[in-house]
């Protein structure tokens, strides 16, 4: 808003004055511990979960504007603990060690998964965010960004037709 950036990539809801150009849907994943009895599952309701498996929390989950802020307070609810809101990597390290179970978008997983004693299990639910490019609008934006934009676009959809035959 302030012209300080150029652009920036977003997932939330755009906000006034801005444009917000869609670049990929991501789905979130249920997380839980390789040795839990949910970790046979294909599929999981995370409605099915709440009140009986303990909900790690992760900054994305209590932001009003994330696609899993409803559920977090559904299962904040029921909870036994009182878990303060984790960093990705640290709310995987508990799920591990088996203290509980957390949502995550499936970007956010790809590098933080590999090598860990987790398993991730699509939801039954269609949750996703939208990622996207935030940008000032057309009108105001200068012709090196709108270059950005077109490349950008372009990657994108490439490595989305890479990841198509590929899953987590």
């Known amino acids: ?10 997932a939330g809801h755009c906000p006034a004055g801005l444009e917000s150009l869609p670049l990929y849907e ?3 994943y249920l997380i839980v511990a390789q040795d839990s009895p949910l970790a046979k599952l294909n599929q999981a309701s995370i409605w099915d979960l709440v009140g009986h498996y303990q909900f790690i929390p992760t900054n994305e989950s209590t932001d009003t504007g994330s696609a899993i802020h409803g559920i977090y307070q559904h299962f904040a609810q029921s909870s036994r603990l009182d ?8 709310a995987i390290a508990l799920v591990e060690k088996g203290l509980g179970i957390t949502v995550l978008p499936g970007l956010t997983l790809l590098d933080l998964i590999p090598n860990r004693a987790v398993k991730v299990i699509p939801l039954k639910e269609d949750l996703r965010r939208t990622v996207s490019l935030l940008l000032p609008r057309e009108s105001e934006r200068s012709y090196l960004t709108n270059v950005f934009l077109r490349l950008t676009q372009q990657r994108v959809e490439k490595w989305k037709a890479e990841q198509k035959d590929r899953s987590l």
Not at 1 to 10: A, G, I, N, Y
Not at 83 to 90: C, G, K, L, R, S
């Open 26 to 28: 991501d789905p979130y």
């Open 1 to 10: 808003k302030e012209h300080k950036l150029d652009c920036s990539f977003f």
């Open 83 to 90: 878990f303060q809101p984790q960093e990705n990597q640290m």
